[in-house]
């Protein structure tokens, strides 16, 4: 089975410049976790995630050490400060990427080993579609059961 059998063609993208307030908004809408950042010609300049947003609530190493304990509901009130930031401020611009025909339990041992849970599929530097860890489980698990 390869990525292209399994992956979301044409996912939702965001731009570097779209605000956080708007990417969130179309995450909750979406119901999705993750887009690829695009620039004006389809390349890929980036990933932003659920978790790219809500770790910037949150205080870095060097603020812990110095605080008794943190603040949940400051660390909450943070969230409105995150809203008017740009995706470019939040994104992740280190990009991993799959082609369409690799082998779909390879694309899963890339994301294994990254740690992350959604890669886009790039075909010649175009962005043709994303594959998410779940969607080679579901892949899987109907393989196994048909």
């Known amino acids: 089975m390869q990525v292209k059998d399994i992956m979301t063609a044409s996912p939702k993208t965001v731009s570097p410049d ?31 995630s659920e978790k790219d947003i809500l770790i910037h609530m949150f205080p ?19 969230y409105n400060q995150t809203m008017p930031l740009t995706v470019q401020e939040l994104m992740s611009s280190n990009v991993s990427t799959v082609s369409s025909d690799m082998p779909c339990l390879k ?4 994301m294994w080993i990254r740690k992350i ?27 196994s059961i048909g």
Do not use: C, Q, Y
């Open 18 to 48: 779209m605000l956080i307030k708007d990417v969130a908004t179309m995450m909750l809408i979406e119901r999705i976790s993750g887009a690829p950042v695009v620039d004006e010609s389809d390349n890929i300049v980036g990933i932003i």
């Open 60 to 78: 870095t190493l060097d603020e812990l050490m110095n605080e008794t304990s943190p603040d949940f509901e400051e660390l909450e009130n943070n």
């Open 107 to 110: 694309a899963a041992s890339m």
């Open 117 to 143: 849970r959604r890669i886009p599929v790039a075909d010649d530097g175009k962005l043709v579609g994303i594959i998410s860890i779940g969607d080679v489980h579901r892949a899987i698990f109907k393989n």
